[in-house]
């Protein structure tokens, strides 16, 4: 997702295309799954005893332990994710966490209802 625009008004565009791509990946769609509601899949009491919790994301460590791939295999979907606008990435001392950009998911939502 990329905004443009001036004043006050933002404009959101999404790259239809990118977002397709991200998705043709079964596991890729899985893990957006998986962010949407991330208490379904992992313990948000673990991240609170941390300082952190489900607003800044979920751990790489935990979405490659679910997933049961490669910790390089994670990583990169998880940036095709974020290439395209549907993730969005949080450094936190010496780990990542990922959450959702649903702007973007809300904009690529609207993209297919009005336009394909």
Not at 42 to 49: K, T, V
Not at 58 to 76: D, F, K
Not at 82 to 87: I, N, P
């Amino acid at each position: 997702m990329r905004s443009e625009g001036s004043g006050s008004r933002e404009e959101c565009t999404v790259d239809p295309l990118a977002v397709h791509k991200a998705l043709a990946n079964p596991a890729r769609a899985e893990f957006l799954k998986w962010l949407k509601t991330p208490e379904r899949y992992w313990d948000e009491a673990y991240y609170l005893e941390r300082g952190v919790g489900f607003h800044i994301g979920v751990c790489v460590t935990e979405i490659r332990e679910r997933s049961g791939l490669a910790q390089s295999v994670v990583s990169s979907y998880l940036q095709i994710l974020r290439d395209a606008g549907l993730l969005v990435s949080e450094r936190v001392g010496k780990w990542t966490f990922y959450r959702r950009d649903e702007e973007t998911i809300a904009a690529f939502a609207a993209y297919v209802r009005d336009e394909l």
